[in-house]
């Protein structure tokens, strides 16, 4: 994360409970409900021992944090980032709760982390991080109880791995543990491309809706990853102008649209998006956010607009394809500008929908098509931002607020109907 970024970082489990603390203002709510859902369910920090290649030790800081499962069980990522910690996780397990409402899937919501620098660990390095942290959060997940899948830095192979240690420890295979698998293992056709293609599908209806047409939409992302990358690609089919990517290490930027084939070729061959075959300028990631565009979609790390730099945002979509991107005072700016959000919630719950596919597929030894995937996946998505829109234009509020007062209300009657016991 840079200097910038890093000083503008809010607490982000105080952005979380905000944010569900002005949804429930617009509702017919009772206080102890909401007292409820602010808080989690179990939060577990380990402290993981790893034998790293040259024979030290090292012990490494991660986390499992399960928010909520009233409607079923927990459901999210795990992360590895030298920045990754309780409060971050914790924030984003509530977050979790909400996505998996706002699509009306029977998941609850979790998140993990471990405190780590992947790009300077071996790929046995990793494995043994991994075989070990599954081993500790054992007790606590399980294909009917909390769900892991991939996040920042993790993978298919590490979803692998977890799933191979937690089958050990139960004496039997349990491809239901963990979704987002590689395909051999019993992972769903149309996983890896689910989140981006969500914050493209979303863009599409915002877009539809404020009649802006989607030939020649210039596009900025700000990512090139599993989100950003497959979300520009996307776009780019469709014949949006994709003017500016970036990743951790800076962007790149053409006013005439990128060629964004070649700028995931060179992510690929040389861990960045600026190379000798990218017909483009250096932008920073600062820059990349303030550009002039129709669409504008932070899909890499939280806290990236904020006070300090909304005023100077000149896109008329904001699609958050990245988890808490937006800060409350920076939400309020934009509202002010009128630039249409496509909220976290909405924007980024390809990922979890097509992970509640590949369990039920799991769970019942079936095989879905990538047709049936796609169309599944778009038809809940669609009616998902339609629910949003409506309460947004009945109640007079933002998409975000909209969206949490539908996510907040379902676990709410679920908190109701099931009670409190004993």
């Known amino acids: 994360m840079n200097s910038t970024v890093q000083a503008n970082r809010e607490n982000p489990t105080g952005i979380a409970r905000k944010q569900v603390e002005i949804a429930a203002a617009y509702m017919d709510i009772e206080s102890w409900v909401v007292r409820r859902l602010l808080v989690t369910n179990r939060e577990v920090t380990i402290n993981?021992?790893?034998?790293?290649?040259?024979?030290?030790?090292?012990?490494?800081?991660?986390?499992?944090?399960q928010h909520c499962d009233l409607r079923g069980p927990y459901k999210g990522g795990i992360r590895?980032?030298?920045?990754?910690?309780?409060?971050?996780?914790?924030?984003?397990?509530?977050?979790?709760?909400?996505?998996?409402?706002?699509?009306?899937?029977?998941?609850?919501?979790?998140?993990?982390?471990?405190?780590?620098?992947?790009?300077?660990?071996?790929?046995a390095e990793l494995e043994r991080m991994t075989r070990r942290f599954t081993w500790e959060?054992?007790?606590?997940?399980?294909?009917?109880?909390?769900?892991?899948?991939?996040?920042?830095?993790?993978?298919?192979?590490?979803?692998?791995?977890?799933?191979?240690?937690?089958?050990?420890?139960?004496?039997?295979?349990?491809?239901?543990?963990?979704?987002?698998?590689?395909?051999?293992?019993?992972?769903?056709?149309?996983?890896?491309?689910?989140?981006?293609?969500?914050?493209?599908?979303?863009?599409?209806?915002?877009?539809?809706?404020?009649?802006?047409?989607?030939?020649?939409?210039?596009?900025?992302?700000?990512?090139?990853?599993?989100?950003?990358?497959?979300?520009?690609?996307?776009?780019?089919?469709?014949?949006?102008?994709?003017?500016?990517?970036?990743?951790?290490?800076?962007?790149?930027?053409?006013?005439?649209?990128?060629?964004?084939?070649?700028?995931?070729?060179?992510?690929?061959?040389?861990?960045?998006v600026i190379g000798p075959r990218v017909e483009g300028e250096d932008i920073t990631n600062a820059e990349l956010l303030?550009?002039?565009?129709?669409?504008?979609?932070?899909?890499?790390?939280?806290?990236?607009?904020?006070?300090?730099?909304?005023?100077?945002?000149?896109a008329r979509i904001v699609a958050e394809g990245a988890n808490g991107p937006t800060t409350p005072e920076a939400d309020d700016i934009l509202a002010d500008k009128g630039v249409f959000m496509v909220p976290d919630i909405l924007a980024n719950a390809g990922g979890v929908t097509v992970s509640y596919f590949e369990w039920v597929q799991n769970l019942q030894n079936l095989l879905w098509s990538e047709q049936e995937i796609s169309k599944r996946l778009s038809d809940i998505l669609i009616s998902a931002f339609g629910q949003v829109l409506a309460i947004a234009q009945d109640k007079k509020v933002s998409m975000r607020n909209a969206a949490l007062i539908l996510g907040v209300d379902r676990v709410a009657r679920a908190l109701k109907l099931r009670g409190i016991y004993p």
């Open 48 to 65: 993981v021992p790893v034998k790293m290649d040259d024979g030290e030790l090292k012990i490494f800081r991660a986390y499992r944090v």
């Open 80 to 123: 590895y980032h030298p920045e990754a910690d309780l409060d971050e996780v914790r924030a984003l397990a509530m977050l979790m709760t909400w996505k998996s409402a706002v699509v009306n899937i029977p998941f609850g919501g979790a998140k993990g982390g471990v405190q780590c620098d992947p790009k300077t660990m071996s790929q």
């Open 137 to 272: 959060i054992s007790p606590v997940i399980g294909p009917e109880r909390d769900i892991p899948a991939p996040d920042v830095s993790t993978n298919p192979q590490v979803m692998a791995w977890i799933m191979d240690t937690y089958s050990i420890l139960k004496g039997n295979t349990v491809p239901g543990v963990v979704t987002g698998k590689p395909l051999e293992l019993g992972g769903s056709l149309g996983r890896f491309e689910a989140t981006g293609k969500g914050v493209f599908l979303t863009t599409l209806e915002a877009a539809a809706h404020l009649g802006i047409p989607v030939q020649g939409m210039r596009v900025v992302i700000q990512g090139s990853g599993n989100v950003g990358g497959v979300a520009a690609l996307f776009f780019h089919r469709a014949g949006a102008k994709v003017i500016a990517m970036s990743d951790s290490k800076g962007g790149v930027y053409n006013p005439q649209g990128l060629d964004v084939e070649a700028v995931l070729a060179c992510k690929d061959q040389y861990a960045c």
């Open 290 to 314: 303030e550009l002039e565009c129709e669409v504008l979609a932070p899909c890499a790390l939280s806290g990236v607009l904020t006070a300090q730099n909304a005023a100077r945002v000149k």
